[in-house]
């Protein structure tokens, strides 16, 4: 029974045919439209999957943004910026024939790492720190969606008043100081105008700039999972994405968080999956798994 997942991002569109035990079998990647307009995307989700139909019976997504009942919504204008409605499981139940589930494509990958984790919890939370900084809650075992798709956003929980306004239209947001994207945005002098990347290899050179840009990131991040653990009383938080896997990120966010008094503390995981934990967690959900 194959499943055909598939990861709409900001930046590519991923899809895999995904067997019962997930394993991938074949995977294909496109370039996401630039233009972002409903027909540059439905066009390029067909020349992505039409491949991969023959055997799938049902089709997963998980895509950036908002999802509601099937259909997407940018909460970030710079990600997927034109797609203010955009109806994701009708066009792809149209462009297929298959039944179609999506969900976000951090809830799925909340999912994946929950389903991957060795010692299982009840509450987990998730949290990407990339472009951007998504996230996923897991309560009492299930995934956390929420009537309108919004559960587990926690990039958008505000880090600073009087931070740097995010991308979703609030003001300092996680994501807006965290992530790579606010923490280039963040950088002057020296580091102006240089992207995440470079300021994390200036970092490692032992500038001083750069190694406080990278420790605002991880001491905001720390501060979050306080924060959830405070909401939900997570058992764990698994990081992932390429500002949160880079190397020493999250030793110091296990830093940082060690400076939180004892009950706001929780165990810190680096997620398990490096790309393809959006294609799992959606194939997972539609096969109705969780572990
Ligand atoms: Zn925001």
Redesign the pocket.
């Known amino acids: 029974m194959t499943t055909l997942a598939i990861d709409i991002g900001g930046t590519k569109l991923a899809a895999a045919q995904v067997g019962d035990n997930l394993q991938i079998v074949s995977r294909r990647e496109l370039p996401t439209p630039a233009s972002h307009t409903p027909q540059a995307l439905a066009g390029a989700l067909k020349s992505l999957i039409q491949p991969l139909l023959p055997g799938a019976v049902r089709i997963a997504v998980a895509s950036t943004g908002i999802i509601h009942q099937g259909v997407l919504t940018a909460?970030?204008p710079a990600n997927l910026g034109g797609l203010a409605a955009f109806p994701l499981v009708e066009t792809l139940s149209a462009l297929s024939g298959l039944p179609c589930v999506a969900l976000n494509d951090a809830q799925a990958a909340a999912l994946a790492e929950f389903h991957a984790l060795r010692v299982p919890v009840q509450e987990m939370v998730f949290i990407t720190v990339s472009t951007g900084v998504g996230g996923g809650l897991v309560s009492g075992g299930k995934l956390l969606i929420g009537p309108g798709g919004l559960a587990g956003h926690i990039?958008?929980t505000q880090a600073d008043p009087h931070g740097p306004r995010?991308?979703?239209?609030?003001i300092g947001?996680?994501?807006?100081i965290a992530s790579g994207r606010g923490i280039a945005a963040a950088a002057s002098g020296n580091l102006q105008g240089l992207d995440c990347k470079t300021i994390f290899s200036r970092a490692a050179w032992g500038d001083s700039q750069a190694c406080e840009l990278v420790a605002h990131s991880a001491r905001t991040l720390a501060a979050l999972i306080a924060d959830v653990k405070a909401l939900t009383d997570c058992e764990c938080a698994v990081v992932g994405g390429s500002v949160g896997l880079a190397e020493g990120y999250l030793a110091q966010v296990r830093g940082f968080l060690a400076e939180q008094p004892a009950a706001f503390q929780t165990p810190l995981r680096a997620a398990h999956y490096r790309h393809d934990a959006g294609l799992l967690g959606a194939a997972l959900w539609a096969q109705g798994v969780t572990r």
């Open positions: 909460i970030n990039g958008h995010c991308g979703c239209g609030r947001c996680v994501e807006a």
